[in-house]
């Protein structure tokens, strides 16, 4: 091998050490996992249907959609479920499962509405086209409430009675956290943290402060 050959394969090596390390690491994006949280309140008890949003550094693409139905009943005078996690741009059906007839409105500031009285068995609905949360009552009973979050990411849900959510299908790496609840003591109802999403990693436990 002559001296003027040696440039030419310290270049070669430098160009397949840069390649491998850029395959790496989209690789190592390109891999999924799952990430559990639980909830609870300064005393450590779980706080049930908080609502928890993953955002990753690089968004995911196309249309969101949820397992459940994007539906709220009122039955036995309530709105069930009490809280709702839909897509932005979804519709969601209010049936009447009473025998009484209720209305529903909300004053909140990302879908102002009001919806006229109907009856059992009747139907309406409601298409809500901005990010964020939604307060709802009825004018006819007013102990009635229900909450809608619209999230702009396909990886939300509600945690259960034990304050637990798993999320799963995201990439590793750095994501926005957000945590939503109708009692929950910060502007907005909501508490954001940052997290390293790796594999295999235990239960994130976060904690909030509830008005009592």
Not at 13 to 34: D, F, H, K, M, N
Not at 175 to 195: D, F, G, I, S, Y
């Amino acid at each position: 091998m002559t001296k003027r050959s040696f440039p030419l394969l310290w270049a070669f090596c430098a160009l397949l050490i840069t390649v491998s390390g850029a395959l790496a690491v989209e690789a190592y994006a390109a891999v999924s996992t799952s990430l559990r949280v639980q909830v609870t309140d300064e005393n450590g008890l779980p706080i049930r249907n908080a609502v928890v949003e993953l955002r990753p550094a690089k968004r995911a693409s196309g249309p969101i959609r949820f397992p459940w139905r994007m539906g709220m009943a009122q039955r036995n005078e309530q709105f069930v479920p009490g809280t709702l996690v839909i897509a932005r741009g979804s519709t969601v059906a209010f049936p009447n499962l009473d025998r009484v007839r209720h209305s529903i409105y909300s004053f909140s500031p990302i879908a102002r509405f009001e919806i006229d009285l109907y009856g059992r068995d009747q139907t309406r609905s409601f298409t809500f086209t901005k990010v964020g949360s939604v307060k709802l009552g009825c004018n006819i009973h007013d102990d009635m409430r229900g909450y809608i979050r619209v999230t702009d990411t396909p990886f939300a849900g509600k945690t259960d009675r034990n304050g637990y959510l798993t999320l799963s299908g995201m990439g590793l790496g750095s994501a926005k956290v957000t945590v939503w609840h109708p009692q929950l003591r910060a502007p907005r109802n909501e508490l954001v943290q940052t997290v390293n999403v790796i594999q295999a990693s235990k239960t994130r436990k976060i904690r909030v402060r509830l008005r009592k």
